[in-house]
């Protein structure tokens, strides 16, 4: 066979094949050091920026040596990867960048940087907010567009992070409560002024309080602490921390040991620096509880009786706990919600001394019982006035999306 027929035989296809597939490894190799390299040349990373494969491209984004137009390109880039590389990497550039950079280069990275707080893509503004949650470097526009973004993931870094952010931002992010999980966030900047504070409680957002008491550099007025203490007797997960709060007065205290459990009686008293008459009145109240739990085990028992006769006859359905709950019998509706939801005592009374509707109402849909139940449970077992009742959507459906309902659940622990 001489050599011309041998180039076209199947042999030689192949190794001609072969040939082409190596020459292509290697030139992709070969691009992708050169792309890792800082020393590579401006001109050489702009172009593997630009005709580079996605792996060269994600390379030189992530390299801290490309120069600013080829960040710029890449901003726009069709791969995620690729900007989410970028985002990581220009975020890092922010801090001296004008002592380093040309005023034309600077600009580009800036464009670079709103480009990427706009991305379409909710993992690239979140990986780039993450990274630049604590600049005092970066534009404070860029701050505030992410600061109001509708992703938390995007949002929170920078809400409870970022020192761009002036109290009159927060307090109107706050009044604009758009996104779950803000309100938080802000409750746990450190330091949080007073001004700040007092917006956050006058939203009512359970969580964001609770996170703001357990905030030791959060300043909160006494009469704003006042007003935290009137709502607490009814939801018991701000008890814990106000009682771990230092800046309680002697008034507060009092007021606290009223209606919280023994075990914070006793932390009030030995956290706080208590004069007689305060530590006296203290130890009266445990000795009230002390009373009053006497008589609990009798209650309990006859709860217990009731309920697990109700299950073993199959009469422990929506008839059942609505009835209890028109008696006003509260042991025995928070017996049988925890053998229906598969839930300890202990968390059905967490969310019903929250005297809240919402997590009731998703405890009950839990429970698998309907929103009649619900409500009654709201009216009678709880009181709660006619303003906080949550009612059904068109008369028997419940109000809350499931989402809604597994949020709450989720916040009291509750698997989803």
């Known amino acids: 066979m001489t050599a011309g027929e041998a180039q076209f035989s199947p042999e030689g296809a192949h190794r001609r094949r072969s040939v082409l597939r190596l020459l292509e490894e290697r030139t992709l190799a070969a691009q992708s050091e050169l792309a890792g390299r800082t020393d590579a040349g401006a001109d050489v990373l702009d172009y593997l920026a630009r005709e580079g494969a996605p792996a060269t491209r994600r390379a030189v984004a992530a390299n801290a040596g490309a120069p600013a137009q080829a960040n710029r390109h890449l901003a726009d880039d069709e791969d995620d990867d690729v900007r989410a590389e970028l985002a990581r990497k220009i975020a890092r550039l922010m801090p001296g960048l004008s002592a380093r950079e040309a005023e034309h280069m600077r600009a580009l990275t800036i464009e670079t940087l709103e480009r990427l707080a706009a991305d379409q893509v909710p993992r690239v503004r979140a990986i780039l907010a993450e990274e630049i949650k604590r600049f005092d ?25 970022s020192p761009l952010l002036s109290d009159a931002d927060l307090v109107e992010i706050i009044a604009e409560g758009k996104v779950h999980g803000v309100l938080s966030a802000i ?31 959060a300043a909160i007025r006494e009469r704003t602490l006042d007003a935290i203490i009137d709502q607490a007797e009814r939801i018991s997960v701000w008890q814990d921390a106000l009682a771990m709060r230092s800046d309680l007065s002697r ?8 209606f919280v459990s023994m075990e914070l009686i006793e932390q009030l008293s030995t956290r706080h620096r208590l004069d007689e008459e305060t530590q006296l009145h203290l130890n009266r109240q445990v000795r009230m509880r002390l009373d009053e739990a006497d008589d609990a085990p009798v ?25 209890a ?24 009374r967490r969310m019903l001394l929250t005297r809240s509707a ?33 009612p059904a959507r068109d008369g028997v459906r ?15 622990g509750v698997p989803t």
Not at 251 to 258: C, N, Q
Not at 299 to 323: H, N, P, Q, T, Y
Not at 374 to 383: E, H, L, S, T
Request: with cysteine.
């Open 187 to 217: 409750a746990r900047r450190r330091p949080l002024s007073a001004a700040v504070s007092d917006a956050v409680v006058s939203s009512l957002d359970i969580p964001a309080v609770a996170a703001l008491l357990a905030n030791p550099d």
């Open 358 to 390: 919402k997590p009731i109402t998703a405890l009950v849909w839990r429970a698998g019982l309907g929103m009649r139940a619900a409500f009654k449970i709201q009216r009678f077992v709880m009181k709660l006035p006619t303003d906080e009742l949550l």
């Open 251 to 258: 008034r507060a205290i009092k007021r606290l040991a009223s």
């Open 137 to 161: 470097c970066v534009p404070v526009h860029v701050v505030q567009a992410l600061a109001r973004d509708a992703e938390a993931a995007v949002c929170v870094p920078i809400l409870q992070y």
């Open 398 to 412: 419940f109000p809350l999306s499931d989402d809604e309902m597994r949020w709450h659940l989720g916040y009291f």
């Open 299 to 323: 209650i309990a028992s006859a709860a217990l009786d009731e309920v697990e006769a109700a299950a073993k006859a199959g009469r422990l359905d929506d008839a059942f706990v609505e009835a």
């Open 325 to 348: 709950a028109e008696n006003g019998r509260r042991e025995t509706v928070i017996l049988a919600l925890g053998k229906l939801a598969r839930l300890s005592d202990s968390v059905v």
